[in-house]
C-alpha cells in the first residue's frame, strides 16, 4: 500500500489572513529540547564532508548536501526527525531522500516543496528539485517537517504540528547562520514567511494553524490521527 504526504507550497492570501505556537500543538512523546551545536561545514566543502560523513547518512540519499542538513539538526528540536530519517521510525528502516521533479509522479504536485510516500515497509522523502541549491538549514528545516509523517493516516493535527516544527528548527538554524536568512530562494522565502507567521502571533501555533486548516491541500484530512490527539 501506498501512502504521499504532502509538504504544500504555502499559499500566500492564507499567511496575509492568518498566522502558529509550540506549546499549543498536539503532544508527541520524545521530543527533545534544543540546545547549542556547531554547524557542519560548509556547501562548497562537500568533498572533505563526504570523507566524515557518517554511513548513516549515506544511505538516507547520495547527496551531500542532504548529509550536511541531517547534521543542521543535530542537536535542535529537529534532532528527533534526524533521528527518525536515520531509521528509529515505525519501519526501523533510514528514510530514503532525494531531489525530484514532483510532477514526475503526478502533474498536480509540480509545485509542491516536498512529498513523504509510503511503500509498504519503506519511507521516502522527495524533494523538489528546484530546493537543490537551497541553504542547508532551509533543506533541515524541510526534512523535521517530512520525517514526522511516517505511517498511513494523516490529520490537520499532524500537519499542525509539522509545520510548526519545521518553524522552529528553522528559527534554531537562521539564529545560528543568519546569513542563510537572505539567500534568495524559494524555500527561504518560505521558512522565512513561517517564522513571521510565529513571530506576529507571539510564538503561538494559532496562525498555522488556521492556515492549516483552510488549506485546499488538507481539506480532506480528519482532525486527529494517532500519536497526535490533543
Not at 492570501?13 to 527533545?32: I, L
Not at 556547531?38 to 547518512?57: G, W
Not at 542532504?66 to 535542535?76: H, P, R, V
Request: hydrophobic share 35%; charged share 25%.
Amino acid at each position: 500500500m501506498k501512502k504521499i504526504y504532502l509538504i504544500a507550497s504555502l499559499l500566500v492570501f492564507s499567511f496575509m489572513q492568518k498566522g502558529f505556537a509550540f506549546d499549543d500543538m498536539p503532544k508527541v512523546a520524545n521530543m527533545p529540547p534544543a540546545y547549542n551545536q556547531k554547524m557542519p561545514k560548509e556547501k562548497n566543502d562537500n568533498k572533505n564532508y563526504e570523507i566524515q560523513t557518517p554511513k548513516e547518512y549515506q544511505k538516507v540519499s547520495n547527496e551531500p548536501i542532504i548529509w550536511q542538513a541531517l547534521d543542521c539538526l543535530k542537536g535542535t528540536l529537529g534532532d528527533f526527525s534526524r533521528n527518525a530519517i536515520i531509521g528509529q521510525n515505525i519501519t526501523n528502516r533510514p528514510i530514503k531522500v532525494e531531489f525530484l521533479e514532483l510532477g514526475t509522479i503526478k502533474p498536480m504536485y509540480q509545485n509542491y516543496d516536498a512529498l513523504g510516500i509510503k511503500k509498504k515497509n519503506q519511507l521516502y522523502i522527495y524533494i523538489n528539485q528546484k530546493h537543490k541549491d537551497a541553504p542547508k538549514e532551509a533543506l533541515a528545516a524541510l526534512l523535521s517537517h517530512e520525517a514526522l509523517h511516517q505511517d498511513e493516516y494523516n490529520s490537520l493535527n499532524e500537519e499542525t504540528y509539522a509545520w510548526t516544527m519545521e518553524a522552529k528548527v528553522w528559527g534554531e538554524l537562521s539564529r545560528k547562520n543568519p546569513a542563510s536568512a537572505t539567500v534568495k530562494s524559494s524555500l527561504v522565502d518560505r521558512e522565512n514567511t513561517l517564522t513571521k507567521m510565529l513571530n506576529n502571533a507571539n510564538q503561538s501555533n494559532i496562525l498555522i494553524k488556521n492556515t492549516v486548516v483552510n488549506h485546499p491541500g488538507y481539506k480532506s484530512l480528519p482532525t486527529k490521527s494517532p500519536g497526535f490527539e490533543m
